[in-house]
């Protein structure tokens, strides 16, 4: 099934407003196995709407549409699209039921009743989230599918709706499941796995870069999802063979859930140091639920002192070796570690950029450390031409990471 999605509003291609349906669409037509071939931003004007659908009747079975299906005078997309594929539009009592609720108490003005017309013999998804329904319909040989553009609206319409909708459609179940990579980039992971990519047919394996990191969806189709699973199983093995020990987890949500579940089952305790990383760390780790378990907190030691100070860096070390080198690395984590009486002690110190760097000490430079009550050590990274952002996600990844190597009998200091 070949997918063009279809965004409607003026105010995306002014800049206004960034659109995040079609991503969200996207990535939710993937997990069904369905194709987006094309993907198209018009404005709200029903000359231009018909010339683009018309394009996409070309080169497309299904369309998907946002936008448009509001009050407002410039609301014209369902009007525009029944009228392209031969359809009335008829009010469904069902939405104006809906509406007279939503309004209760208040004025409904009479152009708000529109948003309860539909075209004729479409399946309606009521709006849980918002006033104006979506639908889809089949015209002309096209299933065409119509969403309302506000996220807060289209997100849940489509993944609670639509997608159960359409993967009746296709027959049958899919699974998709996730095998996460943290220390391999995607150009070596595609090349290892070019077998599995070329001839896997179902399931499929297909690897994507993320921000920092990479992952592998597999992706099976049963008679149902109990079947489909069991047919990613060997799958799933073969891959995490494959990559070996760069895989940190499969469906799982990021470095630091595995980190927080892993530390919490073994009873253990984390600590954080950090330069670089201003609190990036900390922030991550908490952002997961139940992190009170095994986190205890960390320090933000932006300026020397504070690493003298409160985590007991040498000042021999910081006038002989500076502020970004391994020896403070190690005795960050070791110092964070002591003083808040944790398991693990984990730190970040580097040059984040744009500026700050030197010739011995180039942007890019940082060192992340590790110290448990057995020993300490850090590992060096240079990423000269990555942004401060990357860099600083990056070198909390790492640390984290670090820990799951550790937890996982992976050391290799």
Known sequence: MRTEIIAVGTELLLGE??????PMIAQGLAELGIGVYFQTVCGDNPDRLKSVLEVAKQRADLIITTGGLGPTADDLTKETIAAAFGKGLVRDEESMARLREHFKGRTMTKNNEKQADVPEGCTVFQNDWGTAPACAFEGEGYLVIMLPGPPRECTPLFREKV??????????????????VFGMGESEMASRLSRQMDTWENPTAAPYA???ECLVRITAMGKDKEEAFAMTEPAVREVRQ????V????DVDSLEQVVVQEMTARGLTLAT??????????????????????YLG??????????????????????????VSEDTACQMAEGVRKALGADIGISTTGVAGPGGGTPEKPVGLIYVGISTKDKTWAVRILRPRQSRESLRRLASSTAFDLVRRHLEGLDNA
């Open 273 to 294: 140091a950090e330069s670089c990383t201003g609190g990036l760390m900390g922030k991550r780790i908490t952002d997961v639920p139940g992190a009170s378990a095994c």
């Open 298 to 323: 960390g320090v933000v030691s932006y300026q020397n002192e504070v690493k003298e100070n409160l985590l007991g860096v040498r000042h021999e070390t910081l006038i002989t070796k500076g502020a």
């Open 242 to 245: 494959v990559l070996g020990d």
């Open 163 to 180: 997608m159960p909708f359409l993967e009746k459609r296709r027959g049958g179940a899919l699974c998709s499941r996730y095998v996460k």
């Open 210 to 212: 993320k921000e920092g």
């Open 17 to 22: 407003i960034v659109n995040t349906d079609a």
């Open 247 to 250: 895989v940190y987890g499969v």
